[in-house]
């Protein structure tokens, strides 16, 4: 083939050949440099803290009478949390002027930096999207993901950050 | 036998630190090549590749086992990747890469030049590259390019179509300038 000296017009057959060849090796050590940099655990998702307060094995079925009282209590102390914990978020509205932009997504810290979790709506007659999602109270870093492919940094952020990439992340905090 | 990865992520969650170090062996490579040809360069890829295997281990607890877990560390590097992909993207960088072949796969067809391939890859958009060799070198299927780069999948098959056609449209130049 293949990159043959002798030839000197290739097409795309040729062309797939050659990539079939192109996969490259991760470094040597890579593996051990993870490992090492690994926290002691994974984090604690915020779903599991409740059921982490569940108790488990036969010994929450055995005492019925206690059980059947002390699982109100307990249910009904969760549900006070799972409100108080409701109440301390905040609603939080996103704005971009993007008239020519087909598609807006919101992406950050508090999503993972996953696209296709936040869509903004729009745009408006002023060419404006907008998105409004609940926060946790804090410190959030995000930017705008328009039209799948160009990332845009919040103009009316009043606190910016690089991302060591050449671009700014908004910082927001509530 | 091997155990799948689900084993492999229940095992993490249930406290086993080491069964995540077979996670990164089975799909570093991959993880890597995606990485190094959105970023073409072997330092950034190899902090993108680390760093997405170590936010892959911190957020283990919302992987969801439906989604293989090699799509999913494979999007959690397209999206760390996606500043220095862009950048590039867009100013139509032009790298001359210095490749080090000990690095390189080795592979049954000795007659490739893989240094000249490597240039002309080089030469390559990483809105092209990539999905090709996702598509090629990796055997990734069209939707899951699509996910992992976020994008339409008649996006992904155009992109890869494109990238057929100028790849043998660069080799052909090179090897004119070659032979002149």
């Known amino acids: 083939m293949s990159i043959d000296r002798k030839k000197q017009d290739y097409d795309e057959q040729d062309a797939v050949k050659w990539i079939r060849n192109v996969r490259v090796k991760a470094p040597d050590g890579l593996l051990d440099r993870v490992m090492e940099a690994l926290p002691d655990a994974p984090d604690k998702a915020a779903g599991n803290v409740i059921s982490g307060m569940w108790p488990l094995g036969k010994s929450w079925i055995m005492p019925a009478l206690a059980g059947a009282a002390a699982s109100f209590i307990f249910m009904a102390g969760v549900l006070f949390c799972i409100e108080k914990n409701r109440n301390s978020n905040v609603l939080v509205t996103f704005e971009l002027k993007s008239p020519g932009a087909e598609k807006v997504e919101l992406v950050g810290s508090f999503n993972h930096w996953q696209p296709g979790t936040v869509v903004l709506e729009g745009p408006d007659a002023n060419g404006k999207w907008s998105a409004t999602i609940e926060l946790p109270k804090g410190r959030h870093e995000y930017m705008f993901l328009v039209n799948g492919g160009t990332w845009v940094t919040d103009p009316s952020a009043p606190v910016k950050k690089s991302d060591g990439f050449g671009l700014e992340n908004a910082i927001i905090e509530i | ?180």
């Open chain 2, 1 to 180: 036998m091997d155990k799948t990865d689900e084993v492999l992520v229940r095992e993490c969650l249930n406290g086993d630190k080491e069964s995540f170090a077979d996670l990164v062996k089975r799909y570093q490579d991959q993880v890597f090549n995606l990485a190094f040809r959105m970023t073409h360069s072997w330092a950034d890829a190899e902090d993108m590749t680390q760093e997405a295997f170590i936010r892959a281990y911190r957020k283990l607890e919302t992987y969801r086992s439906e989604y293989s877990f090699r799509n999913w560390v494979m999007t959690i590097c397209a999206n760390l990747t996606k500043n220095v992909f862009w950048k590039r993207m867009r100013s139509q960088e032009v790298e001359q890469l210095h490749f080090e072949l000990r690095y390189l796969e080795e592979k049954p067809d000795a007659s490739v030049d893989r240094e000249a391939l490597e240039k002309v890859l080089g030469r390559l958009s990483p809105a092209l590259r990539v999905p090709l060799v996702l598509k090629y070198a990796e055997g990734y299927a069209y939707e899951e390019i699509a996910k992992i780069l976020n994008i339409r999948v008649s996006a992904a098959k155009m992109r890869v179509k494109r990238g057929r056609a100028q790849m043998a449209e660069l080799m052909s130049a090179a090897m004119h300038v070659r032979g002149k």
